[in-house]
């Protein structure tokens, strides 16, 4: 089922039941043409097939998780291995693929909740999971994550929308300007599984302190690009727990901006390096490697198989948390 929350200054939201899936973010350009600026399908049917997580909410664990398998306070779990012999956004029956109660609080938000068996996809303890979508009266698009279980377990949530700020279906984002606040990266190995080091974005292809385009350094050849066929990267943010900017990426043809923040210590960034033309969107034309970029903050990957890392871990009697913001304007001050 869809449903659509509309916000005083322009913005709005279509989603969906299935996933949580989010099918359009319309927001204006600098001339105020307004257009949708995720990848999106035409029917709510397709949302209902396999897809790569358009606008979907991520769960239980977003990331990939080595081998498929964790253990936590003594007990060895194994998931789903879904990722060859690992593990990705939850599994293969994920919240991503799963039907969420939706509570329409008003014109400009809803609840969504889903409560996950304990087992699920080989996850310990029943999860009570609630995220709330607002649109603000300041064109932000803000989503609040909040979770409970019964057993010790891990948990990273995350929307998986994938944005054009050119509008859906308008080609290549590789002009985008992006910049991210963040002087740390993960190093991954050829699977995308992080080896536990930590490595200063300094002389690399992953430095977008200073603003540049996607697509200026995306085939450098450097190994974190290169395995991943592109960008598909988890920066390390500062340790506030506190709401933040972490990312802005423009785009000087429409002049459309987006601002994110967020509560969360990572952000991933991914340039859409698998998209191959297989998929139609709802402007009708494919969908081809680079036509879109997801800024998706997080904890980071195989975080319960990472000491080092900041923990994933939620206990009965705490309760998840977690906030982000997508704010859009124009370089006009639309």
């Known amino acids: 089922m869809l449903y659509k929350l509309q916000g005083r200054s322009g913005l709005s939201v279509e989603f969906l039941d299935i996933g949580g899936c989010v099918k359009s973010i319309i927001t204006p350009d600098r001339s105020g043409h307004a257009a949708n600026v995720v990848m999106?399908?035409?029917?709510?049917?397709?949302?209902?097939?396999?897809?790569?997580?358009?606008?979907?909410?991520?769960?239980?664990?977003?990331?990939?998780?080595?081998?498929?398998?964790?253990?936590?306070?003594?007990?060895?779990?194994?998931?789903?291995?879904?990722?060859?012999?690992?593990?990705?956004?939850?599994?293969?029956?994920?919240?991503?693929?799963?039907?969420?109660?939706?509570?329409?609080?008003?014109?400009?938000?809803?609840?969504?909740?889903?409560?996950?068996?304990?087992?699920?996809?080989?996850?310990?303890?029943?999860?009570?999971?609630?995220?709330?979508?607002?649109?603000?009266?300041?064109?932000?698009?803000?989503?609040?994550?909040?979770?409970?279980?019964?057993k010790p377990t891990v948990l990273n949530l995350t929307n998986h929308s994938y944005f054009n700020l050119g509008g859906e279906g308008s080609g290549t984002v590789e002009g985008h300007v992006l910049t991210v606040n963040a002087d740390k990266v993960i190093e991954v190995d050829d699977e995308l599984i992080p080896t536990g080091r930590i490595l200063d974005v300094v002389e690399t292809p992953l430095d977008f302190r200073t603003p540049h385009t996607i697509g200026a350094r995306i085939r450098s050849g450097h190994p974190l690009t290169k395995f991943a066929k592109g960008y598909d990267c988890s920066f390390v943010l500062d340790g506030s727990k506190n709401l933040r900017v972490v990312a802005r990426a423009y785009d000087p043809v429409t002049g459309r901006i987006l601002d994110v923040q967020t509560t969360e210590p990572s952000l991933a960034f991914y340039s859409g390096n698998f998209l191959n033309g297989s998929l139609i969107g709802a402007s009708g034309r494919q969908y081809r490697q680079g036509d879109a970029f997801t800024l998706e903050p997080r904890h980071l990957p195989d975080s319960p198989n990472q000491p080092s890392f900041p923990t994933t871990t939620l206990r009965p009697g705490e309760r998840y948390e977690a906030t982000t913001i997508y704010r859009f304007s124009t370089d006009s001050g639309r």
């Open 40 to 150: 999106s399908f035409a029917t709510e049917a397709e949302y209902h097939r396999d897809h790569p997580y358009f606008g979907a909410l991520v769960g239980r664990f977003s990331g990939r998780i080595a081998k498929a398998r964790f253990a936590l306070d003594g007990v060895e779990y194994s998931l789903s291995a879904n990722n060859g012999r690992n593990h990705i956004a939850g599994g293969a029956q994920g919240f991503d693929k799963k039907i969420w109660s939706v509570e329409v609080l008003s014109e400009s938000s809803a609840k969504l909740t889903y409560s996950s068996p304990d087992g699920d996809e080989g996850y310990p303890g029943k999860l009570d999971v609630s995220v709330t979508y607002s649109v603000t009266n300041d064109n932000e698009f803000q989503i609040d994550y909040e979770a409970i279980t019964d």
